[in-house]
């Protein structure tokens, strides 16, 4: 945090290394938030770099209406214009907020909403400052030649408020000092951060063994499916193509989930999915489609430019003069399935770009496809939730079509209809598909 005459600069820094597929992938974040004195946002920029792949994002506050986002990849770039309801929270700065606003008192409750500049999206959350703690942090290293590794060499003791944040019934507790910096904090799934020397952090965990971790998350084939979300099932799971398949749901998340709907049906705790018959394919409507009802899936969205020139061609070149919607829906979810390569990557899928690279996981796919199908004038929209493989669930991302009711398409697989065993859990995009990342590690399956 730098205080310079007219405004504070806040910069964060993180280093990853990712396990996917029986391989570490290092990735580094970084971004720098310029506030004013009175803690009102101007801009923000992140950066993005690694193993597989790099983008950067600058994002200006204009007024309290509007957020101007620009992404980069490589030479190009793309703005999105972002309307906002209210002035910007980041949630790396709520800490700070919450110091430089008098808030760290014992047993207060602060109530706000944060704005996520890579999702787009704004969420609630609530914040308990839940005790005042002492915590002994290590402030220097020395180097053990015996060892061979860094060692702590003096330590301090450090006053701190804990605070729980709470959101999508999930709690992640962080512990702050007056100034609004994190000494400690730990979410619901065990991701742990501390504050200590550098050389701790740093040049030990550069060095530290990584074998176990690579082979643990040694999966599916690459592209498919992410592996880290791996979920055990307590059955024997079938095969992907089945038509009717049946899970029990428990965790306590079913009501934060998009289950019911579709081809989907919840009763109590049970999940019941129906892959689509051939008569439910048989659209009652040609292309494009103008039922009012259904304008927000036609649109264009921030990430899925559907109005855009280049995306607009692509879907003419696609189709011709095809205006029968099914038919339509899988000659789209062929060709992306050809020209998109599955590959992991480490960028933010938007459309125009993953049209352009033609490189992608299946939430690329997924994008691409939904993007193509509203520039044709066909209702789509992105959904995700998990499928199986290999014996456990993992999270993937596909799309969904209207043709009189909603039928799952997933255009990596180029699967249409998708099977049954495709379980979704979130419709809409991004900010969606991220909240239900954050619920995985609550939710119990077993495959009825």
């Not at 309307?83 to 709520?94: K, M, N, Q």
């Not at 904090?185 to 501390?194: H, L, S």
């Not at 040049?203 to 176990?212: A, C, E, I, K, L």
């Amino acid at each position: 945090i730098d205080t310079q005459a007219t405004s504070i600069d806040v910069t964060d820094i993180l280093v990853l290394r990712i396990p996917v597929l029986g391989a570490l992938y290092r990735t580094a974040a970084m971004s720098r938030a310029t506030l004013s004195r009175t803690l009102r946002l101007e801009r923000v920029d992140a950066r993005f770099e690694g193993d597989l792949g790099r983008f950067a994002s600058r994002n200006l506050v204009a007024g309290d209406t509007l957020l101007m986002v620009t992404l980069l990849a490589g030479p190009d770039s793309e703005t999105t214009r972002v309307p906002l309801a209210r002035p910007i929270v980041l949630p790396t700065l709520l800490p700070l907020r919450l110091a430089f606003g008098g808030e760290l008192k014992r047993g207060k409750t602060y109530e706000s909403v944060v704005f996520d500049p890579i999702l787009l999206a704004e969420r609630p959350v609530t914040v308990l400052v839940a005790a005042e703690s002492t915590l002994v942090v290590a402030d220097s290293a020395e180097y053990d030649s015996t060892a061979l590794a860094w060692v702590p060499a003096r330590f301090d003791t450090v006053r701190a408020f804990r605070i729980e944040q709470r959101e999508d019934g999930m709690t992640t507790r962080a512990w702050i000092d007056a100034q609004g910096h994190i000494v400690r904090a730990e979410n619901a799934v065990g991701f742990v951060m501390e504050r200590t020397a550098f050389e701790l952090a740093y040049t030990n965990f550069r060095h530290r063994d990584t074998t176990g971790v690579m082979r643990a998350s040694a999966a599916p084939r690459p592209g498919d499916v992410v592996a880290t979300t791996a979920l055990a099932a307590r059955a024997l799971l079938p095969r992907d193509t089945v038509s009717v398949f049946r899970v029990r749901l428990r965790g306590g998340v079913a009501g934060a989930l998009d289950l019911g709907g579709g081809r989907q049906q919840l009763s109590g705790d049970t999940l019941v999915i129906r892959r689509e018959a051939a008569a439910a394919l048989a659209a009652r409507y040609r292309l494009p489609a103008r039922d009012s009802s259904l304008a927000r899936w036609l649109a264009p969205a921030p990430l899925i430019q559907s109005d855009d020139p280049r995306v607009q061609a692509q879907a003419r070149l696609i189709l011709g003069r095809e205006q029968d919607p099914a038919r339509a829906a899988r000659r789209i979810a062929a060709w992306v399935r050809a020209q998109v390569e599955r590959r992991s990557t480490a960028a933010i899928p938007s459309a125009v770009q993953v049209l352009k690279a033609r490189v992608g996981d299946c939430n690329e796919h997924a994008v691409l496809f939904v993007a193509l199908a509203r520039a044709a004038g066909l209702p789509a929209r992105t959904v995700a939730g998990l499928v199986p493989v290999d014996g456990r669930f993992y999270y993937h991302a596909w799309a969904e079509v209207y043709l009189g009711d909603w039928v799952a398409v997933d255009p990596m697989l180029d699967e249409f209809p998708a099977g049954a065993a495709h379980l979704r859990f979130s419709i809409g995009g991004l900010a969606r598909q991220a909240e239900l990342v954050r619920l995985l590690g609550r939710i119990k399956l077993e495959v009825l």
